[in-house]
Nanobody
């Protein structure tokens, strides 16, 4: 599975961005699709995840501000990010878990200015 993330950019605090991650194959049966982020000098952390039955998980930092969704017809998972804060600045990566194997896409940079 190849994943292509897009939608990052520079935004002011309080603004919104929508990240997209398109897969090279059908995501209908992919166990879980997730968005992770990694700030400079920090580890890569899970931000949000959605399973093949639509169950979602959010890190505390994302709850109430971010929404993960998937469009099986477009083989794409989205991360809608609202009320962005400078601490959300990071490279955002998408990951697919397929039968226990993890596939990562190249990241997309999100920069939130104060």
């Amino acid at each position: 599975v190849q994943l292509q993330a897009s939608g990052g950019g520079l935004v002011q605090a309080g603004g919104s961005l929508r990240l997209s991650c398109q897969a090279s194959r059908s995501i209908f049966s992919i166990n879980a699709l997730g968005w992770y982020r990694q700030a400079p000098g920090k580890q890569r952390d899970l931000v949000a995840q959605i399973t093949n039955i639509g169950s979602t998980y959010y890190a505390d930092s994302a709850k109430g501000r971010f929404t993960i969704s998937r469009d099986n017809a477009k083989n794409t998972v989205y991360l809608q990010m609202n009320s962005l804060k400078p601490e959300d600045t990071a490279i955002y990566y998408c990951k697919a878990n397929v039968m226990g194997m993890n596939y990562w896409g190249k990241g997309t940079q999100v920069t939130v200015s104060s």
